[in-house]
């Protein structure tokens, strides 16, 4: 089978499959963003989490919070309110932490090139944690990640270890990073779709083609971003400097064993 049936098999068989998720469906801000990327060829998205505000008690044993070992006191993928916490705090025996987890979206594509395409976007759209991953049996997976979380305790076995002014600070704070990630959201949903434009009109123009391939560099310029459309305005990346302090550039992993 060539790498192409192979690619339709798996999307087949991946967007066959019931949503395992705790919430059991794809969340409303992204909805339409994962949609256009399932109408697409060359992607299918695996998986995808619009951002989130949690509320989360761990059990004794570690310090760090896994979410597969924890009780889930509270999560909004809306704007969270201090009496909200503070009602849900009144059910941790253990140690509560506040987090904060932004946008992330897992896409397979059918070739490098494709990942690529995504992984550009995803940069010039404040994901700068975004990367690339390739399999031994040649699945090209690409995730789209930022670094503007928070994570805050809160309790320490059951005892409220701060006051509820600093909890209202928190909570603005969170709030505050769930705008900034919708913006991106949205930036990076127009990006795409002016991204994907341009290539079919290039799929059309060899020669286009030929000279945006040579143009793809390991360390991205800031001249690319007249080849987004301008997706990102002067003011618009200078915030997302600012956020965002990690290397820009493309990171492809191979995987050690069969993916």
Request: proline share 2%.
């Amino acid at each position: 089978m060539d790498r192409i049936a192979e690619f339709r098999k798996w999307k087949v068989q991946c967007l066959s499959k019931a949503d395992l998720s705790r919430k059991g469906s794809v969340d409303e801000d992204v909805v339409e963003l994962v949609q256009f990327l399932n109408m697409r060829d060359q992607f299918f998205t695996t998986s995808s989490c619009a951002g989130r505000i949690l509320l989360l008690e761990r059990g004794i044993n570690g310090f760090e919070v896994q979410k597969q070992n924890c009780c889930w006191l509270l999560v909004t993928h809306k704007p969270c309110v201090k009496d909200d916490v503070i009602v849900a705090l009144k059910k941790a025996n253990g140690d509560a932490t506040l987090k904060f987890e932004p946008f992330v979206l897992h896409v397979q594509c059918r070739q490098l090139q494709d990942a690529q395409i995504l992984h550009s976007v995803a940069i010039d759209s404040g994901f700068r944690n975004s990367g690339i991953t390739v399999g031994k049996r040649g699945k090209t997976m690409l995730a789209v990640r930022s670094t503007h979380g928070l994570e805050v305790p809160l309790s320490h076995k059951g005892k409220l270890m701060v006051t509820e002014e600093y909890i209202d600070f928190l909570l603005n704070v969170a709030n505050q990073k769930m705008e900034e990630n919708k913006k991106r959201i949205e930036r990076f949903y127009n990006c795409l779709q002016h991204a994907l434009e341009r290539e079919t009109m290039t799929n059309l123009h060899p020669k286009i083609k030929e000279k945006n391939n040579s143009s793809y560099t390991h360390k991205k310029q800031r001249n690319q971003e007249k080849a987004h459309g301008q997706c990102i305005t002067k003011g618009n990346d200078k915030e997302l400097e600012n956020d965002d302090h990690d290397d820009i550039g493309i990171n492809i992993t191979i995987f050690p064993e069969d993916y």
